[in-house]
Nanobody, 113 residues
Framework: QVQVVESGGGVVQAGGSLTLSCATSGITFWLITIGWYRQAPGSQRELVAEIDKNDNRNYADSVKGRFTISRDNTKMTTYLQMNNLKPEDTAVYYC???????WGQGTQVTVSS
């Protein structure tokens, strides 16, 4: 059974930083691409960043230079370091391990101006 647990969200002022974590189990973590997504109220879920099994990374234009995705295969955990946060980064953040629709409960990030 695949389990996905996101954590690390919170309330931060604009310009601040947060690091999100996504712990997974029940999946061949080291072979798959992991994606971080976010969904703001009234908006569709969008891809923020992804990292493949070879540590190749891809970022949405809106977060390039501010967010960094990384993975620890020994811990089956993915991280999203978010710096210089902006109010428009406010959303629920989710991670998705692999191509199937395995989602966690998400973690809320709120950036105040």
């Amino acid at each position: 059974q695949v389990q996905v647990v996101e954590s690390g969200g919170g309330v931060v002022q604009a310009g601040g930083s947060l690091t999100l974590s996504c712990a997974t189990s029940g999946i061949t973590f080291w072979l798959i691409t992991i994606g971080w997504y976010r969904q703001a109220p009234g908006s569709q879920r969008e891809l923020v960043a992804e990292i493949d099994k070879n540590d190749n990374r891809n970022y949405a234009d809106s977060v390039k230079g501010r967010f960094t995705i990384s993975r620890d295969n020994t811990k089956m955990t993915t991280y999203l370091q978010m710096n210089n946060l902006k109010p428009e980064d406010t959303a629920v953040y989710y991670c998705k391990p692999g191509p199937r629709d395995y989602w966690g409960q998400g973690t809320q990030v709120t950036v105040s101006s």
